[in-house]
Each structure stands twice: as C-alpha cells, then as structure tokens.
C-alpha cells in the first residue's frame, strides 16, 4: 500500500512554455503533499507544502507565482512551472501523508525530470 | 534549506564490507530518517529514528542518534552490489508540520 505515483515521468519543453506534473495517491488520503526540487548530484530540497483545499506554503526563496501548486482532492496534488526556463530544468519529486493516520511517515513519488531548452 | 551536512560525501566499498554514512543536524528533532535514492529515481525509506531512541536496526541497517552531538549514523553490514545508490538522512524538527529537512547525501559504491 502507500503508493504515490508522478504523472509524467519525463518532460521536454521549449523556454517560456509551462509545464503541469500531477501527484497521485493511489491507496489512501492525502491531506499533505510536499513538492521538492534536486538538482543533479544534489538533495532534496522542500518547494512547499499544500494541505487539501488550502493554499499552499512556499519555501522561502521559492517564487510561488512561477511554482503554481493545486491541492484540490484528496488523491491529487499539481505543481505547474510557469513561463519554464532551462534554470528550471530539474528533477521535482512529490511526496504524500495522511495526517489523520501518521504524521511522521511521507510516501514518495517516483520523480518527475524536466528538461527546459 | 539543508538541515545538515553527511559524510562522508562518497563511499566506495567492496561486496561483503560495511558501510558507515554519517549525518549531522542543526535543530532540535522528533525524529530523524533515512532514505536511499537509486540513481534518477524516486526516494525509498528505510527507517525512522525517533529523538529519545538511541538505536535501531532493521535487517542489514543499524542506525545510532545521538541528540546530544546532534548526530546519526547509518550501518549497513555485509554491502551487496544492489546496496549501490545515494543515502540521505531528513529530519523532522520539533514543533513543526512533520516537514522533511533533508541532508547532503553519501553516495555508495558497492563494486562485486
């Protein structure tokens, strides 16, 4: 149980076009996603986190009007790159949590990698 | 923001040896875990400290907290090749919404 999958897996796109990445719980709730970005060779670092029906928070340094996050359901979180440039060019992955089950366990997607020419 | 640094930064061991990846927060935590991330793909947990334990093992892994040093290691005994991918430790800081603060990484080479 507890799978979270990235819809799509890879993504190529031209500068200035945006690009949409959906994260999916498939087998349980998620009242709180979490969106983070890794650049090659390197961690993991938190974008934000939405809670189901509210807005999400951003990290600070993190430009919320470029990383559109959606939160409308239960099962469905989207992060969209805006006005995508080849500095966006990484790999974003999602991660999912019930909090009326557990609070300390996060279940991760797949990834999603973004190619911006 | 990174919540740490792990050392060490890359480990390359042969089949059967073990492995030691060090991780070092900033803040006080609940919990502190551990993740391994093969190469271009996703994140795979592997176990969970929480802050008044001091050890925990699971399998091949054995993981040590030490909340006074602000400190954690993770064991992996008798490598096998497939043990090969990045590992990372996250914390979880005390008082805040269970976000994940995620360390620099080890990244292991297990060579058959």
């Known amino acids: 149980g507890a799978v979270v999958s990235q819809h799509p897996s890879w993504v190529i796109c031209k500068s200035g076009t945006s690009v949409k990445i959906e994260c999916r719980s498939l087998d349980f709730q998620a009242t709180t996603m979490f969106w983070y970005r890794q650049f090659p060779k390197q961690s993991l670092m938190l974008m934000a986190t939405s809670n189901e029906g509210s807005k999400a928070t951003y990290e600070q340094g993190v430009e919320k009007d470029k990383f559109l996050i959606n939160h409308a359901s239960l099962t469905l979180s989207t992060l969209t790159v805006t006005s995508a440039h080849p500095e966006d060019s990484s790999f974003y992955i999602c991660?999912?949590?019930?909090?009326?089950?557990?609070?300390?366990?996060?279940?991760f997607g797949p990834g999603t990698r973004l190619l911006v020419l | 923001s990174q919540q740490g640094e792990e050392d060490p930064q890359a480990l390359s061991i042969q089949e059967g040896e073990n492995a030691t990846m060090n991780c070092s927060y900033k803040t006080s935590i609940n919990n502190l875990q551990w993740y391994r991330q093969n190469s271009g793909r996703g994140l795979v947990h592997l176990i969970l400290?929480?802050?008044?334990?001091r050890e925990k093992h699971s399998g091949r892994l054995r993981v040590t907290l030490d909340t006074s040093k602000k400190s954690s290691s993770l064991l992996i005994t008798a490598s096998r090749a497939a043990d090969t991918a990045s590992y990372f430790c996250a914390t979880v800081s005390s008082g805040n919404t269970g976000k994940l603060i995620f360390g620099q990484g080890t990244t292991l080479q297990v060579k058959p």
């Open positions: 400290i929480r802050s008044n334990e």
């Open positions: 991660s999912a949590r019930d909090n009326r089950v557990n609070l300390e366990t996060q279940y």
